[in-house]
Each structure stands twice: as C-alpha cells, then as structure tokens.
C-alpha cells in the first residue's frame, strides 16, 4: 500500500498535537504495531464511538460554580438559607438528573466553548 494507507487526498487533514499528546499516540502506535496515521484513525475511531463526557469541562466547572455561588448568595440572604440549601439538594439533583436525561435521549450534543 501506499504511503497515504489508501486514503485519498480529499480525505487527508493536517493535525497539531502537543508534544506531550503526539507522545502518547507514538508510543500508542509503538505498543499496537501501527503508524501513526493508523493509531490515529483507531484513536479518532475509539472517541467517537463513545459517548462524549463533559463531567470535567472547564464550562461544566465554571456553570457549577456560579450555580453553588449564586445558592450561598440566596442562602445569605434568606432566614433559614443554609437550612433550605440541604433540603432543597436532592429534588435539585434529581431534577438535574431528568434535564440531562432529556438531552441524552434527545441526542443533542453539548458543543465545546472557547473561553
């Protein structure tokens, strides 16, 4: 085969990696017996078929804490507020809970965000 590994010119991307990301593909493809453009379309293949994870996104983080602030600032504010913080956690949670749900079902897709 070629050195284009039967992908057409149309078909080809340039692609930046960090050192410390091109490293691990590297030594991804060292340990399965791959080139780099093999190892990548296995990787790139991998990621997609898994459902995406924004757990630990900087906008996931950054909404959960401007969430928790503006409940201190309300609790501050209201007689008995650190009182209503814990007895309103877990309908909140679970409500969360069915909001997510909604959208993976739905199949929208949070989209990544440059801050």
Excluded at 9 to 17: E, G, K, T, V
Excluded at 44 to 73: H, K
Excluded at 76 to 88: A, V
């Amino acid at each position: 085969m070629s050195f284009r590994e039967g992908v057409s010119a149309s078909r080809r991307y340039s692609l930046s990696l960090p050192a410390d990301l091109g490293s691990q593909v590297a030594t991804f493809a060292q340990q399965n017996g791959l080139g780099l453009g093999p190892a990548i379309r296995v990787l790139v293949a991998r990621g997609l078929s898994e459902p995406a994870s924004v757990e630990d996104s900087p906008a996931a983080l950054a909404a959960l804490v401007a969430a928790e602030q503006a409940i201190l600032m309300v609790a501050s504010i209201l007689p008995e507020g650190e009182q209503r913080i814990h007895t309103t956690a877990q309908p909140a949670t679970d409500a969360a809970g069915r909001r997510l749900s909604m959208f993976r079902e739905s199949g929208v897709r949070p989209r990544e965000v440059d801050g």
